[in-house]
T-cell receptor, first 112, second 112 residues
Framework: KAGVTQTPRYLIKTRGQQVTLSCSPI?????VSWYQQTPGQGLQFLFE???????NKGNFPGRFSGRQFSNSRSEMNVSTLELGDSALYLCASSLGVGDGYTFGSGTRLTVV | GESVGLHLPTLSVQEGDNSIINCAYSNSASDYFIWYKQESGKGPQFIIDIRSNMDKRQGQRVTVLLNKTVKHLSLQIAATQPGDSAVYFCAENRDAGNMLTFGGGTRLMVKP
């Protein structure tokens, strides 16, 4: 079966711009989570959506937002980009709580 | 687990030897644990998981041990191969939805 698909793979943006990243979960998976990975902070939880509702949110500023559509696809948006937002953004999907989480290959965002 | 930042602990083993990667988790309320493998340029790949009502689980060439008394998790890889070279992360789920907290990671290097 197809895995978790994230687009685009690479992105370069200018400070102050906004960006939207997309994630298509494994078919049948209704939970989608987003993580930020940086060399300095490691993997950090951003937020999780289930059936179009945000269930959990990590400790990130309000510039980071997301949503989930009825087909379980999810997008995350970062507004007013800062240099420190440069990171690998990872999406993971699962059937439900504690059912194992499958990650996509991520979107590498570079802010210049 | 706590992030160790830029300088990942490194475990260097000879091909064919067994590897043991350790992880200390932080929350005694965590009830689900996962080991992930991440290769360069890829997202984390699920290796094996274990629930808090177990203390050992075996997969193909891998074994996870859970010691709840000291909040310690380990991953044992039997007959380590060059393809096992990667960064390994432990993650804990704190029963509040699909929010994983990751350890800082350990880099495994396999010498041929």
């Amino acid at each position: 079966k197809a895995g978790v698909t994230q687009t685009p793979r690479y992105l370069i943006k200018t400070r102050g711009q906004q960006v939207t990243l997309s994630c298509s979960p494994i078919s049948g998976h209704r939970s989608v989570s987003w993580y930020q990975q940086t060399p300095g902070q490691g993997l950090q939880f951003l937020f999780e959506y289930f059936s179009e509702t945000q269930r959990n949110k990590g400790n990130f500023p309000g510039r980071f937002s997301g949503r989930q559509f009825s087909n379980s696809r999810s997008e995350m948006n970062v507004s007013t980009l800062e240099l420190g937002d440069s990171a690998l953004y990872l999406c993971a999907s699962s059937l439900g709580v504690g059912d194992g989480y499958t990650f996509g290959s991520g979107t590498r965002l570079t802010v210049v | 687990g706590e992030s160790v930042g830029l300088h990942l602990p490194t475990l260097s083993v000879q091909e064919g030897d067994n590897s043991i990667i350790n992880c200390a988790y932080s929350n005694s309320a965590s009830d689900y644990f996962i080991w992930y493998k991440q290769e360069s340029g890829k997202g984390p790949q699920f290796i094996i998981d274990i629930r808090s009502n177990m203390d050992k689980r075996q997969g193909q060439r891998v074994t996870v041990l859970l010691n709840k008394t000291v909040k310690h998790l380990s991953l044992q890889i039997a007959a380590t191969q060059p393809g096992d070279s990667a960064v390994y992360f432990c993650a804990e789920n704190r029963d509040a939805g699909n929010m994983l907290t990751f350890g800082g990671g350990t880099r495994l290097m396999v010498k041929p």
